[in-house]
């Protein structure tokens, strides 16, 4: 075996051809399919009814993995898992690129060529199968498909011919260089443009959502009293910022409406149908509810739960004014992007369910539903919450039925009363001296009467925070004089009607999890 040195370099010098080449066959495979990512995604921006085919594949695969696995992905990436969904697709794609590459080099072209036909047709499919989709909108799923098949052709094609038998390192050098750049060009500008969509309309749409101003409530409620959580450690606030707010949804990217073409509509099995517009809402008398949401998915002591000074209309008379025929039993809202959620009719019962357009002071930020959403105190978020609301169906149970219905998950979704303790956390060693526990616990509709703390199975009352309203969270507070050694510590809720937290555990599907949330100290 002879080697060579050039340029400090150590080579193997009978392998390095093949073995470069096949690595640039690679390489530009991965290149090809990037050039054709970032081609489809920016013509997908060319017009309305064109769509992205990385966003499509995601929502296509969202809605066909089942709820366990997205549970999962869910409770691992928090709520970065469309974050992980996207790049798992990508990688995927420029992968099969990259083989497709090595497989062109190899002279199995019928091969290569029709690995990147299937993944044009894969994507293709998805776009077809998403429901209201035109048959236009593939067109950048298939120019993609074009983009890659054009670039692997001529450049593959090209350097075989050209394949000198040996070639020189410096000119491997150069052109790994040339493969690195074009490389990290198409990264960055797929990048660029899968986060940025169409750049000018989308951030025309955020200026103007900037620039409203929202009305008073008719009969706004009294100030928020002074926050609990400002001089006790751990505390969650009563009110949850904005930014703090979990955030679920199956939408990749959160659809940015323009306010002024968005549209409401209530239909279905109704006298007659309503169209509102933002500006109909705002009109309207408008309601402040403080009201804590919480997500079905939310584990005993999770962080899927936050409380929420809503503003927005009456649902109940929107609906009335509709008016809904007899054979209806099911309020039905839905969005944009394939999300539906429904609950009975009988649940608009004189509760203060609303079409929310603000929360805490703010026009809804988009991630939560710009420009409107349903809210129904009492409800989970899947059976309830739509965000990004463009349509109230009333229609029946035996009919149609909400997004996660057909997916496992009840059919029915009251938010079950639940505790939490916040500080410290499980596992924490805690000084000598007296310890202040704190937390969180909710009994939608009837509120928190007393929360208990049992530290090594002896239950005693905590000191509960401000009420807001039957619907929303109380803060609560124990404080401890510390004894050496390693504590069980739980924590259970009774409601104004009287009802004890149960101890039951349960899983979080099919209707939410139950139990009493528990932690190991030691002193
Ligand atoms: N359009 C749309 N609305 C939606 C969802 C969704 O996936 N899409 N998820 C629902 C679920 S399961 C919950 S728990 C709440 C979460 O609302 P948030 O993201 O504002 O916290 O929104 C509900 N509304
Ligand atoms: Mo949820």
Redesign the pocket.
Known sequence: MTRKEFGGEVWKYEDMPTKASHRQAFALGVIAVGIGIFVGELTSNFHSAWKSPVDTLGNWIISVIPHSVESIAITLFSTHDKGFLVASILIAALLLGGIAGDLLLRSKREIAFAIIGLETTFGVITVIARPHAGITAIAPSLISGLATSLVLYFALGRAKEEQPQVISPSELKSRRQVLKYAGGAGALGGLMLLSGQSVKTHSLNVIKRLAIKLPKATHPLPDLPTDPASSIRGLSTLITPNNE???????INAPIFDVEAWTLTINGLVKNPITLTYADLLKRPLFELDDT?S?VSNPVGGPLVGNVRWLGCRLDDLIREAGPLSSSDQILSS?S?G?S?GFPLDLLDGRDAMIAVGMNGQPLPIK??FPARVIVPGL???VS????LTNIELTRFDIKQGFWISRGWSQLGPIKMESRIDYPQDGAHVPVGTFRFAGVAWAPLAGIASVQLAIDGLWKNATLGPSLSGTTWRQWWFDWDTTAGKHVVEVRAISVSGEVQTKQLADVAPNGASGWHTIHISV
């Open positions: 707010f979990y955030q679920i949804d199956i939408a949401m997500c969005s992007d999300f959620a939560h539903g989970y978020g899947y919450a739509t965000k990004w």
